[in-house]
């Protein structure tokens, strides 16, 4: 069964079974990783024939590690559950890289647009700097590990470049900030 009704009254289960209010600081941080999580499997059912489709499903299940992280307060229970490396961000960084080779270097801001999957990735990016915020907050009230915000602020980047990248598998133009 689906519902279990225990979250009627506003109050979710921890990783472990604590009980917290559904608007506590680390809900909020592990719910926005979910919405992250989400609006990336978007992207990449957008991009199913491109190389960076892989790419975004590997993204997908380092966030679920994220996720079940931050969603767990007990330190038995943490340790026991799987964790980033440093070679994630590696790897991010490594695919940043490789799509920032192959596109024009960047003059402008640029206004997100130009394809359904460009702005695509510019909305998962935002998210992505919005879930950064959420985990900052629970960092001043929690211990987070330091390769989490490390992953999360090089995946905005990562998906910044992705939706240029886009543009230019697409061979469509980006669009850029004019001051008029």
């Known amino acids: 069964m689906i519902y279990t009704k225990t979250g009627d009254k506003g109050t979710t289960s921890l990783v472990g079974g604590s009980r ?6 680390r809900v909020e941080a592990y719910g926005t990783v979910d919405e992250l999580n989400s609006h990336i499997g978007l992207l990449a059912e957008m991009v199913k024939a491109w190389t960076i489709s892989s790419q975004l499903k590997s ?3 380092r966030l679920f590690v994220i996720q079940t992280l931050l969603a767990t307060e007990e330190s038995e229970t943490y340790a026991k559950l799987p964790h980033l490396t ?3 961000v590696t790897e991010v960084e490594a695919w940043i890289d490789s799509m920032d080779a192959q596109i024009p270097k960047l003059n402008s801001f640029v206004i997100a647009g130009g394809s359904m999957a460009s702005a ?3 909305v998962a990016r935002t998210v992505c700097r919005r879930t950064e ?3 900052v907050a629970l960092q001043d009230i929690a211990e987070i590990e330091e390769i989490i ?3 999360i602020n090089r995946l905005s980047d990562y998906l910044f470049v992705t939706s240029r990248y886009i543009l230019h598998l697409e061979n469509k133009q980006e669009i850029f900030w004019s001051a008029e």
């Open 149 to 151: 915000l490390q992953y």
């Open 20 to 25: 917290v209010s559904k608007c506590d600081p």
């Open 59 to 61: 993204i997908q299940n």
């Open 86 to 88: 440093s070679d994630a």
């Open 120 to 122: 695509q990735a510019h």
């Open 133 to 135: 915020r959420r985990i």
